[in-house]
């Protein structure tokens, strides 16, 4: 599986665009590019998955250059709730188990 | 639809007891994962089970743990002879797991073990 390298944290204010970006030089052919958010004490939570180009969905938007070799998980206006670590992930077609690193502790401050 | 479930939530043992959490998955989900989690750290893999099979456990530590997933009831994950270092966040998660890359795992909440 690929390794996957993203900032150990970042800042932001509410209202603001963060963009986080994720680097996985050895991505394979049939490897896709997931995103996890957790919260304090919660469990992660899926939030996007894509393969390439652009995916956007009612929560974020993640952006796939050409050589995939890394992605850009896009969080319009956010707000205090998204302070959480946010995970990286690649996943194989066949793999049988997600890999977690130790994502981007993102803080969101009013 | 229920999530994941977990229990207990919280659980404390002395040195040396055992430990069981318990991981009901997602209806219609055969598909379990196991992940511990140390303070201020990313989740680590242990186990990836299906319905009476462990499909992959090279995460788990060679001694003293042991997970299950019996054809009726929930997952089980055992720890035996508890020590200080096995605290942490034990996370179960689960997916119906087709054909594919893992589109989305379902987490529970979660069993933060405390060893004293």
């Known amino acids: 599986l690929a390794k996957t390298t993203q900032p150990i944290s970042m800042d932001s204010y509410e209202g603001q665009e963060v963009n986080i970006t994720c680097s996985h030089n050895?991505?394979?052919?049939?490897?896709?590019i997931t995103w996890y958010q957790q919260f304090p004490s919660q469990g992660p939570r899926f939030i996007i998955q894509?393969?390439?180009t652009k995916v956007t969905n009612e929560v974020a938007s993640l952006f796939i250059p050409a050589d995939r070799k890394s992605s850009t998980l896009s969080l319009p206006r956010v707000s205090l709730s998204d302070t959480a670590v946010y995970y990286c992930?690649?996943?194989?077609?066949?793999?049988?188990?997600?890999?977690f690193g130790t994502g981007t502790r993102l803080q969101v401050f009013p | 639809n229920a999530g994941v479930m977990q229990n207990p939530r919280h659980l404390v043992r002395r040195r040396g007891q055992e430990a069981r959490l318990r991981c009901s998955p997602m209806?219609?989900?055969?598909?379990v994962y196991w992940y511990r989690q140390l303070p201020e750290e990313g989740l680590k893999f242990m186990v990836y089970?299906?319905?009476?099979?462990?499909?992959?456990e090279s995460g788990m530590p060679k001694e003293r743990f042991s997970a299950e997933f019996p054809k009726e009831g929930p997952s089980i994950l055992r720890i035996q002879q508890v020590v200080r270092g096995d605290s942490a966040a034990y996370f179960c998660?689960?997916?119906?797991?087709?054909?594919?890359?893992?589109?989305?795992?379902?987490f529970g909440q979660g069993t933060r073990l405390t060893v004293v």
């Open positions: 089970l299906q319905k009476e099979n462990i499909i992959d």
């Open positions: 894509g393969y390439k």
């Open positions: 209806k219609g989900h055969s598909h």
């Open positions: 998660a689960s997916s119906p797991r087709q054909r594919g890359p893992i589109t989305e795992a379902f």
């Open positions: 050895n991505i394979a052919t049939n490897d896709y």
């Open positions: 992930l690649v996943v194989s077609y066949n793999t049988d188990k997600l890999i």
